[in-house]
């Protein structure tokens, strides 16, 4: 049984740091590109970054380059999401998923498994 569990959410101020984590299980990690996306409050769910199997490869939206980083330890099964100089914009439950074939896509649609979200709350 596949299992993406994330964690690391929580409440931050503006301009704050925050690290997400997601720990993948039951899958061979290697062959998998993962992705975070997140859906704010009355919004449509939407794509922040992703990184291929080995990590040579990673995308970003606009909204967040130069502020988030992705990286992961395929050692750890386990993507990250560094987020530096947080906005209110940036609050979201935000997801990881993993699609098989290692790519790094940008589309919801290329997602096989998906985990339960985290909660990330910025305040002014």
């Known amino acids: 049984q596949v299992q993406l569990v994330e964690s690391g959410g929580g409440l931050v101020q503006a301009g704050g740091s925050l690290r997400l984590s997601c720990a993948a299980s039951?899958?061979?990690?290697?062959?998998?590109?993962v992705a975070w996306f997140r859906q704010g409050p009355g919004k449509e769910r939407e794509f922040v970054a992703s990184?291929?199997?080995?990590?040579?490869?990673?995308n970003y939206a606009d909204s967040v380059k130069g502020r988030f980083t992705i990286s992961r330890d395929n050692a750890k099964n386990t993507v990250y999401l560094q987020m530096n100089n947080l906005k209110p914009e940036d609050t979201a439950n935000y997801y990881c998923?993993?699609?098989?074939?290692?790519?790094?896509?940008?589309?919801?649609?290329?997602?096989?498994?998906w985990g339960q979200g985290t909660q990330v709350t910025v305040s002014s």
């Open positions: 039951g899958l061979t990690f290697y062959n998998y590109g």
């Open positions: 990184i291929s199997r080995g990590g040579g490869y990673k």
């Open positions: 998923a993993a699609a098989g074939g290692g790519a790094a896509p940008t589309k919801s649609q290329s997602y096989d498994y």
